[in-house]
């Protein structure tokens, strides 16, 4: 766009005298025009989502998203703070399920069956699409039993006395996936002689690897990440991303990051919400970085508000 069509300019009166006008946010007020979000891809999406909107009480959240999400890749979503990055993470494994005063209409298909239909079992869901969050969450214990916590909860593993007496004992099991597990999330070689140390013990940087194994081990066919390197330092931060461009060769990866360099570098399409919960341009990382249709997503991205 040119200069003359971007600049905010008042008359001497007052009066607008270009076609946009500024909100309080300092965004640029435009139309989404529907090709911004209408993104093509080869191959079928893993997630489909159609005419989304999240309330919270009397606060619309998120308006009348639609996106499809290809499989084995890395999606990033990006925006200003409050836009509804984590609202619309958590709507794809019915997360918000668990915030009293969140409703959620439309639809989220995972391999073209509604996850929000009635009936749908929650826990076997979010094994399908595990999540990882901002702040590394171990849990208080060892780290071989942070790792094989979900599939011990799910009853594919069990060990001690009571299962040598039933003859059910799945210690080797539960060390080849705790192995794997941690092999994935590229945390074996630090760990692998203090498997069972307390978890808390652990670098922030290592903790957060350490979740990943944690939703690795549940064998995911999607992973939800929300600002995952966002509490680390920059040498901790750059495994992270070179672990989320491993995942999507195996996994189909979505990741919120406030780092615009983050997800030009890791992801493959970019997703860009903006202020009041609006969907604005999705498409591929390179055109949304070099070349982006919408003046808002231009402004944002050039860090001329957020
Ligand atoms: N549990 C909740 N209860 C009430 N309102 C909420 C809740 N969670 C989020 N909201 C509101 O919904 C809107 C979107 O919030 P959300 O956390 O999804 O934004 P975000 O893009 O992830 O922001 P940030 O970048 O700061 O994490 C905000 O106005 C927020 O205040
Ligand atoms: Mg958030």
């Keep these: 766009m040119s200069d003359s069509q971007t600049t905010h300019e008042s008359d001497s009166i007052g009066v607008e005298t270009t076609a946009t006008s500024t909100t309080t946010a300092g965004e640029t007020d435009e139309r989404i025009e529907d090709d911004w979000i209408d993104y ?9 989502v159609q005419d989304l909107d999240v309330y919270y009480g009397d606060e619309h959240a998120l308006q009348d998203i639609s996106m499809d999400i290809p499989e ?20 794809l494994n019915r997360m918000n399920d668990r915030i009293k005063s969140a409703r959620v209409e ?15 079992n929650l ?18 214990k060892s780290i071989r039993d942070n790792v094989s916590y979900g599939p011990r909860k799910h009853g594919e593993i069990n060990t001690g006395l009571l299962a040598r007496l039933l003859g ?15 092999k994935q999330a590229a945390l074996w070689d630090e760990v692998n002689e203090r498997l ?18 944690r939703a690795l081990a549940t064998d995911p066919e999607v992973i939800l990440m929300d600002e995952p390197a966002s509490a680390l330092d920059p040498i901790a931060t750059s495994k992270i991303e070179d672990l989320i461009e491993e995942l999507a060769e195996e996994y189909t990866v979505v990741v919120v990051t406030h ?41 944002y991205i050039t860090g001329k508000f957020g």
């Design 40 to 48: 093509r891809f080869e191959g079928t999406p893993k997630l489909s």
């Design 106 to 120: 439309g639809t989220v298909e995972l391999d073209g069956a509604d996850i929000y239909q009635e009936g749908t």
């Design 196 to 213: 069972g140390d307390n978890a808390l013990g652990l670098s922030g940087g290592q903790q957060q690897r350490l979740c990943i194994a």
């Design 123 to 140: 826990v076997e869901l979010r094994k399908r699409v595990g999540m990882v969050f901002q702040s590394p969450n171990p849990f208080p």
């Design 72 to 91: 084995q890749s890395v999606t990033a979503l990006i925006g200003p703070s409050g836009c509804g990055k984590s609202t619309f993470l958590r709507s």
């Design 168 to 182: 059910q004992d799945d210690t080797d099991e539960e060390e080849a996936l705790v192995e794997r597990s941690l």
């Design 259 to 299: 780092n615009m360099q983050q997800a030009a570098r890791i992801s493959d399409q970019t997703a860009v919400f903006l202020t009041g919960g609006e969907l604005v341009e999705y498409d591929d990382t390179d055109k949304i970085f070099e070349n982006p249709e919408s003046q808002r997503v231009e402004d």
